[in-house]
């Protein structure tokens, strides 16, 4: 029983920061909101235009601001204070809840209200996520913590992943997408009080005397000019440009394939979640980072294979069961990856690397949702998915061969991370965890 109560406690053991565990509380109950948005919106396109391709323009609207603006946003996230950052993103993303809320409930809503909608939501986001992904470090203080509090913060997406989708399911076929619109307005008071009750030390700000661009360019330098980030970045991209759009596509595999409604959609949204939970679960009872290296390149293979396998299948419970895998491989590989990034990088240039980052894993996410409904309207959603897993695995066996390079490159610098035994411990048998030399 004592092994039991000391294993629990050492999944959640950065919820012993008081900040981090409000923010935990508060983010759980918007995002349940923010994924009962996004089945209905998907669901609403799909029910209004009946076209794949129409799904991709709307998942290309809302993410290319992403792509865009984010290496702004780092920046900024490195001069300001993140947590008034999150409270404004998090303000004006409850108001564009409510105005969809409004239009769809009266009846007034078009595609293109949801495309213009969506694109507005994706310029909240791109300011949004480098200021939350670099504001973790601000709530738990201390490096050795941040896999653990990264792990919960996809637990914690991955929960309300679970939850999110069902809910919708059952509430767009009695009530209509509406009324999810309205839950996550009403859902994002939890997360905007939350960051109100912090009590959060003073942060050195970055110098003004340095322009925007020069700190952009600084930024671009740092991320790409070490090679594990690099790599990190690169194998991210196409895990997400060529393997996350089939995201894009579940209304038509809900509703043409597995010949089922919202509540199927529902369903299979939510299947993914519980192996994305799991994955959270194995990742924060992990105490140090110790082969994380290695264990983006498996993951990432292991997501791509189930994608190829969900996309032949024809039968619910096989479905349901593969997108849990593909839930699992993926959530791994994405926080592995942020896990390695957040504990080797500058604390003063942390915002920018994480606008990379998130250019990485949301901005690429864009085109590939263009692609995907492209690729669905011409040779169909199977065959979409399939070219997508086989880019995936690709990707991962050439990651996977860069190893014993970057073992190579980075072996001199060991030294540096000395300070930080529970990262070195992880270093000796995973060369991406390091730091770049100095200039």
Same mark, same amino acid.
């Given at each position: 029983? @004592?092994n039991?109560?000391?294993?629990f406690?050492?999944?959640?053991?950065?919820?012993?920061?008081?900040?981090?565990?409000i923010?935990?509380?508060?983010?759980?109950?918007s995002?349940?909101?923010?994924?009962?948005?996004?089945? %209905?919106?998907?669901?609403?396109?799909?029910?209004?235009?009946?076209?794949?391709?129409?799904?991709?323009v709307?998942?290309?609207?809302?993410q290319?601001?992403?792509?865009?603006?984010?290496?702004?946003?780092? /920046?900024? %996230?490195?001069?300001? @204070?993140?947590?008034?950052?999150?409270?404004f993103t998090q303000?004006?993303?409850?108001?564009q809840?409510?105005?969809?809320?409004?239009?769809?409930?009266?009846?007034?809503?078009?595609?293109w209200h949801?495309?213009?909608?969506?694109?507005?939501?994706?310029?909240?986001?791109?300011?949004?996520?480098p200021?939350?992904q670099?504001?973790?470090? +601000?709530?738990?203080?201390?490096? +050795?913590m941040?896999?653990n509090?990264?792990a919960?913060?996809?637990?914690?997406f991955?929960?309300?992943?679970?939850?999110?989708p !069902?809910? %919708?399911?059952?509430?767009?076929?009695?009530?209509?997408?509406?009324?999810?619109?309205?839950i996550n307005?009403?859902?994002?008071l939890? /997360?905007?009080?939350s960051?109100?009750?912090?009590?959060?030390p003073k942060?050195?700000?970055?110098? +003004?005397?340095?322009?925007?661009?020069h700190?952009?360019k600084?930024?671009f330098?740092?991320?790409?000019?070490?090679l594990?980030?690099r790599?990190?970045?690169?194998?991210?991209?196409v895990?997400?440009?060529?393997?996350?759009?089939y995201?894009?596509?579940?209304?038509?595999?809900?509703?043409?394939?597995l010949?089922?409604?919202?509540?199927?959609?529902g369903?299979?949204m939510?299947?993914?979640?519980?192996?994305?939970?799991?994955a959270?679960?194995?990742?924060?009872?992990?105490?140090?980072?110790?082969?994380?290296?290695?264990? /983006?390149?498996?993951? !990432?293979?292991?997501?791509?294979i189930?994608? &190829?396998l969900?996309?032949?299948?024809?039968?619910?419970? !096989?479905?349901?069961?593969?997108?849990a895998?593909?839930?699992?491989?993926?959530?791994?590989?994405?926080?592995?990856?942020?896990?390695?990034?957040?504990?080797? /990088?500058d @604390?003063?240039?942390?915002?920018?690397?994480?606008?990379?980052?998130?250019?990485?894993?949301?901005?690429?996410?864009?085109?590939?949702?263009?692609?995907?409904?492209?690729?669905?309207?011409?040779?169909?959603?199977?065959?979409?998915? &399939?070219?997508?897993?086989?880019a995936c695995?690709?990707?991962?066996?050439?990651?996977?061969?860069?190893?014993?390079e970057l073992?190579?490159?980075?072996?001199?610098?060991? +030294?540096?991370?000395s300070?930080?035994?529970?990262?070195?411990?992880?270093?000796?048998?995973?060369?991406?965890?390091?730091?770049?030399?100095?200039?």
């Amino acid at each position: 029983m @004592d092994n039991k109560k000391s294993a629990f406690r050492n999944i959640f053991r950065a919820l012993s920061y008081g900040n981090f565990r409000i923010f935990f509380i508060g983010q759980g109950v918007s995002l349940v909101g923010t994924w009962m948005q996004q089945v %209905a919106m998907s669901w609403l396109v799909y029910r209004i235009s009946g076209s794949a391709f129409i799904l991709g323009v709307v998942g290309f609207s809302s993410q290319i601001p992403v792509f865009l603006f984010s290496p702004i946003a780092g /920046v900024l %996230a490195d001069r300001w @204070d993140r947590r008034k950052i999150l409270i404004f993103t998090q303000t004006v993303s409850m108001l564009q809840a409510f105005v969809l809320a409004f239009l769809t409930m009266s009846n007034m809503v078009t595609v293109w209200h949801i495309v213009l909608l969506g694109a507005m939501l994706g310029v909240i986001n791109s300011i949004d996520i480098p200021a939350r992904q670099s504001f973790i470090i +601000e709530m738990v203080e201390r490096k +050795e913590m941040l896999g653990n509090a990264i792990a919960l913060n996809s637990l914690m997406f991955n929960f309300a992943r679970l939850i999110g989708p !069902s809910v %919708a399911g059952i509430l767009i076929t009695v009530m209509g997408e509406g009324a999810c619109f309205l839950i996550n307005a009403i859902s994002f008071l939890a /997360v905007i009080v939350s960051l109100m009750l912090m009590n959060m030390p003073k942060r050195q700000k970055m110098p +003004e005397r340095y322009r925007v661009m020069h700190r952009l360019k600084e930024g671009f330098n740092y991320t790409f000019g070490f090679l594990p980030i690099r790599y990190i970045l690169a194998i991210l991209s196409v895990i997400s440009l060529m393997g996350m759009s089939y995201v894009v596509l579940m209304p038509v595999f809900a509703k043409n394939v597995l010949h089922g409604g919202p509540n199927i959609f529902g369903f299979l949204m939510a299947s993914s979640g519980i192996g994305a939970l799991a994955a959270t679960v194995f990742l924060a009872s992990r105490e140090r980072v110790l082969k994380l290296g290695r264990i /983006v390149p498996i993951s !990432s293979t292991i997501f791509a294979i189930g994608l &190829i396998l969900f996309s032949l299948s024809r039968s619910l419970l !096989s479905s349901i069961i593969l997108l849990a895998i593909v839930g699992f491989g993926f959530m791994v590989h994405m926080a592995s990856c942020n896990t390695i990034i957040q504990t080797i /990088v500058d @604390d003063d240039k942390r915002g920018r690397v994480m606008s990379f980052y998130t250019m990485a894993f949301m901005g690429m996410a864009p085109l590939g949702s263009l692609f995907a409904g492209s690729m669905a309207s011409w040779v169909g959603a199977t065959n979409a998915l &399939i070219i997508g897993g086989i880019a995936c695995i690709l990707a991962s066996l050439v990651f996977a061969g860069k190893i014993p390079e970057l073992k190579r490159i980075t072996s001199p610098i060991y +030294e540096k991370m000395s300070k930080i035994p529970e990262i070195v411990t992880g270093i000796e048998t995973v060369p991406e965890l390091t730091v770049p030399p100095e200039d």
